[in-house]
């Protein structure tokens, strides 16, 4: 399937000058693939930068080139929704690492032209935003109207308010978290170990044999998948209804519907989502801490971003990046003096709850916006 | 939208250009009213619905309770602190005044005066907790658990050496005089400092 998954043509630049990672190694060039939507205006400032989450892409607003559905965002990204392309350019890049045609474990090398696979460099949230500001450079950018995303996407968001603060005017973090805690991290590596015991994987050099290690791959995605719902959501979705058969087999098939729904899950993932790419920028996530480099103090990320306005949505339901994430965020920003926003939204959705349908969320989305211009 | 009586003759008095927190601030009524004057207002509100109607305006309101949350802001962080038709209705009143304080070298309080005469009379009268325009919820079911009178709020000002630099009174939507604020006035507003 990642033979396939690699075939697909994705819109990219190709930026020849190297890119320092956090690791201390370099890219000695840097491809980033991105979708645009809306126009940039005259004196260039109304670009909308959305950062994607962990499997997540560019496509927000477009259709998915692999599967054909629509965009992960479209109900939040197009003309006349609250992120409207009638106003603002939106960007949105596929974030390094990853496997929709930015520079990843898929790449080849320079010297051989082989894919890089494991000797690809391991990537940080950091060095995903460095890329992106790459990017920026490239389109002429100078200053960005606002950062949003959400998960991971809002990990980039602070990144970039921490690195950057005089290149965006608004951030907007959504169901987020400025660390990886060791419940995140441990999630992580079950998924990581899934994919690297299946021998199918082959030290990650599986690009050119016609196996792909897409049952440890659609097993880390079925356990990552659980951590994105409620509880209560799952009960209410599947209780303990059984599959397609009136009684229990006594027997190891996917007997309840939760099951069957967590193995299409997990198989449909398959298609489109690479597993070195998944091995990466999970890496990526349980490296996040934007206090380490400030001795532990997350105020000291943010004692340049004080004329940033920050505005952060948490869920009630969402167990990932809980609520408590978010408000350590708001503590830092209000002992610097930033401007902060936050409200802890009720959806029932889980974690999944900033890709799905809660009205508060557009509401906020489209305010915080208006507000940052 | 007019604003409450209250409300304005705070907005009124909030000089331009300054950094003020709306501590319980509703929907954003009073930021709005401030920020069309070139005020720097920020907000703390624990109603979400509130705090989604506010931000969605374009504001920066943070969701969080008075109780415990006024803790995050560092000393000084704003000129004035308000806390507006509120204070009767926290946990520790005393310790709210002086968080206020710590964030602010200058804060408004209101709140409805437990002394006025309709309230004297409900219960001289009445034998019962009164219910008035100010105050109209049943004892049971009020938010208001720490009733104050003007002369009460004067008493733990004095005891915690904060000064007065002015107040408000208003019976009905109408100033009452300072001498018969302690009867007359359903309402007061005091600005306060360290003193």
Same mark, same amino acid.
């Given at each position: 399937m990642a033979s396939l998954l690699?075939?697909?043509?994705?819109?990219?630049v190709t930026i020849d000058a190297p890119l320092p990672l956090d690791s201390g190694q370099a890219l000695p060039s840097v491809t980033v693939a991105y979708q645009s939507h809306g126009t940039l205006n005259a004196d260039r400032s109304n670009a909308v930068l959305v950062c994607h989450a962990l499997t997540g892409?560019?496509?927000?607003?477009?259709?998915?080139?692999?599967?054909?559905k629509p965009g992960w965002w479209a109900r939040m990204v197009g003309p006349g929704k609250p992120v409207d392309t009638d106003r603002y350019f939106v960007i949105c890049a596929n974030v390094l690492g990853s496997c929709m045609g930015s520079s990843g474990p898929a790449s080849p090398d320079a010297a051989t032209g082989a894919p890089l696979g494991m000797a690809f460099p391991v990537i940080t949230i950091g060095d995903m935003v460095r890329a992106q500001a790459m990017l920026l450079d490239h389109l002429g950018i100078a200053r960005l109207h606002a950062v949003i995303g959400g998960s991971m996407g809002g990990m980039q968001t602070l990144a970039w308010a921490s690195a950057h603060p005089d290149r965006l005017a608004s951030a907007i973090v959504i169901a987020s978290a400025a660390r990886h805690s060791a419940q995140n991290i441990a999630f992580h590596e079950v998924?990581? &170990?899934a994919i690297m015991a299946d021998p199918d994987w082959q030290g990650g050099q599986y690009y050119g044999s016609d196996r792909a290690p897409t049952k440890g791959l659609a097993v880390a995605r079925m356990a990552a998948h659980i951590t994105y719902l409620s509880e209560a959501g799952l009960t209410e979705k599947f209780g303990r209804r059984l599959q397609a058969r009136d009684a229990k087999s006594f027997g190891f098939d996917a007997d309840f519907q939760v099951e069957s729904y967590l193995r299409h899950q997990g198989l449909a993932f398959t298609d489109r989502f690479d597993a070195n790419a998944y091995l990466y920028i999970t890496r990526a996530m349980d490296y996040f801490d934007l206090a380490e480099p400030h001795g532990g103090t997350l105020a000291g990320a943010f004692t340049r971003a004080k004329d940033v306005r920050f505005t952060l949505v948490s869920f009630d339901t969402d167990w990932l990046y809980p609520t408590a994430e978010s408000r350590r965020v708001v503590?830092?920003? &209000?002992?610097?003096g930033a401007a902060a926003s936050f409200v802890e939204l009720s959806a029932p959705f889980g974690h999944d709850s900033f890709l799905l349908d809660v009205p508060a969320l557009d509401r906020l989305v489209a305010g915080a916006l208006a507000n940052g211009g | 939208m007019a604003l409450r009586p209250d409300l304005a003759i705070i907005a009124a008095a909030v000089p331009v250009g300054t950094r003020v927190l709306d501590i319980g601030c509703g929907d954003g009524t009073l930021i709005a009213a401030l920020r069309e004057r070139q005020v720097d207002a920020r907000g703390l509100e624990i109603d979400a619905a509130n705090v989604t109607a506010a931000i969605a305006r374009g504001q920066s309101v943070v969701q969080g309770d008075a109780n415990r949350d006024l803790g995050d802001y560092p000393d000084d962080a704003f000129d004035y602190a308000i806390l507006s038709q509120t204070l009767q209705t926290t946990e520790r009143p005393d310790r709210i005044?002086?968080?206020?304080l710590r964030i602010a070298p200058r804060a408004f309080v209101s709140f409805p005066n437990f002394a006025h005469w309709r309230v004297r009379l409900a219960l001289l009268w009445g034998g019962r907790m009164p219910v008035t325009r100010l105050l109209p919820v049943a004892w049971y079911e009020t938010p208001n658990i720490h009733h104050v009178t003007v002369s009460d709020f004067r008493d733990l000002l004095r005891s915690r050496g904060i000064a007065v630099e002015r107040a408000w009174f208003l019976s009905g939507d109408r100033p009452a005089s300072d001498a018969a604020a302690s009867w007359r006035a359903e309402h007061a507003i005091f600005l306060i400092s360290r003193g």
């Open positions: 690699h075939e697909i043509q994705h819109h990219s892409d560019q496509y927000v607003a477009s259709d998915h080139p692999a599967t054909g998924g990581r &170990q503590q830092a920003l &209000q002992s610097v | 005044v002086g968080e206020l």
